[in-house]
């Protein structure tokens, strides 16, 4: 197993962690003098400031992607909705090439209108299979362009309103499904904020292997967790086994990036060199 404690060369910051602290381009300013090398921005913060600006300034300041949030979304409560998310996502796999990323993240959706409070219809299971068409519909696109599709199971607390895929094994037997010669079109994003309660994991990690690892997201899981979206907990805070996953991880062949992200009205209230500066020290010291 790799050893983080002596650098952070293995850190990226997925940059929704200090999303209120400021424009991208200055977290971005701010990666670079604190040495974070890697970085995984969000579609609305790149917009906000450019996509062909946030391009040349990861260009020009040597950053790498260790993803790009993110597509998905995908099912609709009718044929005009099911095609505007496939729009979307078309547009997304274009950016991310565009930001040079590894790949594009996939939170796949649910019910749709759910996300504002009013489901168009209650049937998880259509849910989850216009989730499996909009997949292989963008994966058709996606490997034209060669852009990875990482698929990310959320925690089922989110099944009504952002993610119907649940699992590690519910996301893999999509990528068996859909890409089952393993070529690095399509695999997973494995966040331990979703996952780390799963009976199964070990046992899916060690599955997926490395063709299907594609992104490794931490945080930790604060006891007492007040707001199931904003409230998770810098690594060390909680109660997740980080250094055990990882291991499961790197068992599997995984040598990828150990990417930041926190979700937290806590931590958004911080400083930005403050919360950057914690992540070093906790990555060293924990992930
Ligand atoms: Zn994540």
Not at 79 to 85: E, M, P, S, V, Y
């Amino acid at each position: 197993m790799r050893d983080f404690s002596g650098d952070h060369t293995a850190l990226s910051l997925n940059t929704a962690t200090v999303r209120k602290q400021g424009p991208l381009n200055e977290i971005l300013e701010a990666c670079v003098r604190l040495d974070i090398r890697r970085i995984c921005p969000w579609r609305d913060q790149v917009q906000a400031v450019g996509l062909d600006r946030i391009a040349a300034q990861v260009r020009d300041a040597g950053l790498e992607l260790s993803g790009y949030c993110r597509g998905g979304f995908f099912p609709a409560a009718d044929a005009t909705g099911l095609k505007a998310a496939l729009d979307d996502n078309r547009r997304a796999v274009d950016e991310a090439k565009t930001l040079g990323s590894p790949c594009l993240v996939l939170v796949v959706g649910a019910l749709p209108g759910a996300l504002n409070g009013k489901a168009a219809y209650t049937d998880i299971a259509l849910a989850r299979t216009q989730v499996f068409d909009g997949i292989a519909a963008t994966l058709e696109y996606a490997r034209q362009v060669g852009m990875p599709l990482a698929i990310e199971p959320l925690h089922p607390m989110q099944a009504a309103e952002r993610a119907c895929i649940n699992t590690l094994e519910q996301a893999l037997d999509i990528c068996e499904a859909l890409d089952p010669e393993r070529g690095g079109a399509l695999g997973v994003a494995v966040d331990v904020y979703h996952v780390w309660w799963d009976p199964k994991l070990a046992a899916q990690i060690a599955r997926a292997g490395r063709e299907y690892l594609l992104a490794y997201h931490v945080c930790d899981w604060l006891l007492g967790t007040r707001d199931l979206l904003n409230d998770r907990g810098m690594m060390g805070d909680g109660i997740i086994e980080l250094r055990k996953l990882r291991g499961w991880l790197e068992a599997a062949g995984y040598a990828g990036a150990a990417e930041v992200e926190i979700f937290s009205e806590h931590w958004w209230s911080r400083p930005l060199d403050e919360v950057l500066t914690t992540c070093i020290e906790r990555h060293r010291s924990v992930v």
